[in-house]
């Protein structure tokens, strides 16, 4: 009987998280269907409208949509691919190679985990001035094309993945660094690598600030700086923007299912090594 009532508040617990992840997504389809005086109302009106198409036809109307959405998708896949090369290879190296400084160099990449992002914008936007990328997009690729998070992650799973014995096997049939990377390391990391490029995906998506320091073209923009120029000095029509941000999201949403699966695993995997 404990453990049937047990399972039924488990089950409980899980369906009450899901219905608090999912009322934000639910709330957003609401205010995007709508209009904004409906959003205004009071008490606020829970129920969908008959505003969503007209509403995304203004999205369409004011805005480079679908240009903004290619830069946005060339941005997150480029960058993701990036941050998976580089970082698995720095974690891998990290993990099962011993090199004069390679604590002390781990360390700096650590201690940088405390630095805002917003103290690096004014330097990094000097450098990119200097190499003559401002306004392009790789002013936004090749600075994330690696992270501290992405190695420590990677390292942090590496460690306790790949067996020793493994890389002394292939050292023995002849293989140098790289073939050992790429015949041992990657399989046995692909899980860890599954969360590692969902993750940068998601963060090179939203991303908001750099793109909008760095973009000085309002034309050539990414889609999370195109959303905002919704909003208008005055005036500003929240049913629109809600319903260019429900537009924007759905790229998110098949990402994540695609790769759900591999994401929770990787979650539970990273708990467990912790």
């Given at each position: 009987m404990?453990?049937?009532?047990?399972?039924?508040?488990t089950l409980v617990a899980l369906i009450v998280g899901a219905l608090i992840t999912l009322f934000p997504y639910y709330w957003l389809a609401v205010m995007a269907s709508n209009t904004t005086a409906d959003i205004y109302a009071t008490p606020p009106r829970l129920t969908f409208g008959g505003h969503l198409?007209?509403?995304?036809?203004?999205?369409?109307?004011?805005?480079?949509?679908?240009?903004?959405?290619?830069?946005?998708?060339?941005v997150a896949v480029v960058t993701t691919l990036l941050v998976?090369?580089?970082d698995s290879l720095a974690a891998f190296t990290f993990a099962k190679y011993d090199f004069p400084g390679s604590n002390v160099l781990f360390g700096i990449l650590l201690a940088t985990f405390v630095v805002p992002?917003?103290?690096?914008?004014?330097?990094?936007?000097?450098?990119?001035?200097?190499?003559?990328?401002?306004?392009?997009l790789k002013a936004l690729i090749i600075?994330?094309?690696?992270?501290?998070?992405?190695?420590f992650w990677m390292?942090?799973?590496?460690?306790?993945?790949?067996?020793?014995?493994?890389?002394?096997?292939?050292?023995v049939d002849g293989a140098g660094f790289f073939r050992t990377y790429l015949s041992v390391g990657l399989p046995v990391l692909r899980p860890a690598l599954a969360f590692l490029?969902?993750?940068?995906?998601?963060?090179?998506?939203n991303d908001y600030l750099w793109p909008l320091v760095v973009l000085i073209d309002s034309n050539h923009v990414t889609l999370q700086v195109a959303l905002s120029q919704l909003q208008g000095v005055y005036v500003k029509d929240y049913s629109v923007?809600?319903?260019?941000?429900l537009v924007a999201i759905v790229p998110l949403i098949i990402v994540f299912l695609f790769g759900a699966r591999h994401f929770i695993r990787n979650i539970a995997a990273g708990a467990l090594k912790g």
């Open positions: 404990t453990t049937r009532r047990a399972r039924v508040l198409f007209a509403n995304i036809g203004e999205v369409f109307a004011k805005i480079d949509f679908f240009g903004s959405l290619l830069n946005t998708l060339i998976l090369f580089f992002t917003q103290l690096s914008a004014i330097p990094q936007f000097t450098l990119m001035a200097n190499f003559g990328w401002v306004g392009d600075p994330a094309a690696a992270n501290a998070f992405g190695i390292r942090q799973y590496a460690r306790g993945a790949i067996p020793d014995e493994l890389l002394e096997a292939a050292r490029g969902i993750f940068t995906f998601v963060n090179a998506w923007v809600m319903a260019g941000t």
